[in-house]
């Protein structure tokens, strides 16, 4: 069974900065997909992140671009996700989750798709201006 634990969570200033950590138990394979997602109350979920481990490509949803910073660990199955320059806008629940090779990278960041299961439990962050 896939376990995903999210991390790092919490309150920031705007342009402040937080690093949240996603930490991957289980069957992880080193080719694996993972990706971050947020929601917000009243919006929908969006693709905000994705890193695909076999080659370290990494996709930003416009949003984020230029601010958040996506990183693997294989080694200890961890994707952290640097995320700068923070706004008010960037309030959400912050989720990890693993994707599957019918729903890549390429097919959630920026939108509000994502795979049916193996998600994290999220971690809060609230920016405030």
């Known amino acids: 069974e896939v376990k995903l634990v999210e991390s790092g969570g919490g309150f920031a200033q705007a342009g402040g900065s937080l690093r949240l950590s996603c930490e991957a138990s289980g069957f992880i394979s080193d080719d694996a997909d993972i990706g971050w997602f947020r929601q917000a109350p009243g919006k929908e979920r969006e693709g905000v992140s994705c890193i695909s481990r076999s080659n370290g490509a990494t996709y930003y949803a416009d949003s984020v671009k230029g601010r958040f910073t996506i990183s693997s660990d294989n080694a200890k199955n961890t994707v952290d996700l640097q995320m700068n320059s923070l706004k008010p806008d960037d309030t959400a629940v912050y989720y990890c989750?693993?994707?599957?090779?019918?729903?890549?990278?390429?097919?959630?960041?920026?939108?509000?798709?994502?795979?049916?299961?193996?998600w994290g439990q999220g971690t809060q962050v609230t920016v405030f201006s």
């Open positions: 989750a693993k994707l599957l090779p019918a729903v890549p990278c390429t097919v959630v960041v920026g939108t509000n798709l994502g795979p049916p299961r193996n």
